[in-house]
């Protein structure tokens, strides 16, 4: 079929034969595969990877802040020495816990002894009046 001549130039239109029409699938394909890589890439990956990194840099910000605060704790603690100076009772909390373990390991290790040593409290306060 010959269409007729258009800025001096005669066009002429044919069906495709099914190598051509392969040809033109192949090329329409192509063009809808790069439209939709393009599409992927920009419109959802990089969104995507920019949300990921933005989490990612909260995350290492929150660590961060929870490192200085536990070093703000450790240094605190350095500059104020021992709780025994700044805990008002502390020494002597620990030094009753520390006797308080101290008897009862021996206690556990003699039992008889400590059956006899509790036999005579138990006279001792009978004449003691108590």
């Known amino acids: 079929m010959t269409n007729g001549p258009y800025d001096g130039v005669l066009y002429e239109h044919r069906m495709p034969c099914e190598q051509?029409?392969?040809?033109?699938?192949?090329?329409?394909?192509?063009?809808?595969?790069?439209?939709?890589?393009?599409?992927?890439?920009?419109?959802?990956?990089?969104?995507f990877?920019?949300?990921?990194?933005?989490?990612?840099?909260?995350?290492?910000?929150?660590?961060?802040?929870?490192l200085g605060?536990?070093?703000?704790?450790?240094v605190t603690i350095k500059h104020f020495g021992n709780p025994d100076k700044w805990i008002p009772g502390h020494k002597a909390k620990m030094e009753?816990?520390?006797?308080?373990?101290?008897?009862?390991?021996?206690?556990?290790?003699?039992?008889?002894?400590?059956?006899?040593l509790r036999a005579e409290n138990f006279e001792r306060a009978e004449r003691e009046g108590k």
Do not use: D
């Not at 990877?49 to 909260?58: D, G, K, N, P, S």
């Not at 605060?69 to 450790?74: F, I, K, S």
């Open 96 to 116: 009753k816990q520390r006797k308080a373990a101290h008897y009862i390991y021996h206690c556990e290790r003699n039992p008889e002894g400590f059956a006899r």
């Open 20 to 47: 051509e029409k392969e040809k033109i699938r192949r090329e329409h394909s192509r063009m809808v595969l790069t439209a939709k890589t393009v599409i992927l890439i920009g419109w959802v990956l990089v969104p």
């Open 49 to 66: 990877a920019y949300l990921l990194l933005q989490q990612f840099v909260t995350v290492v910000g929150w660590i961060a802040f929870s």
């Open 69 to 74: 605060v536990l070093q703000l704790c450790v």
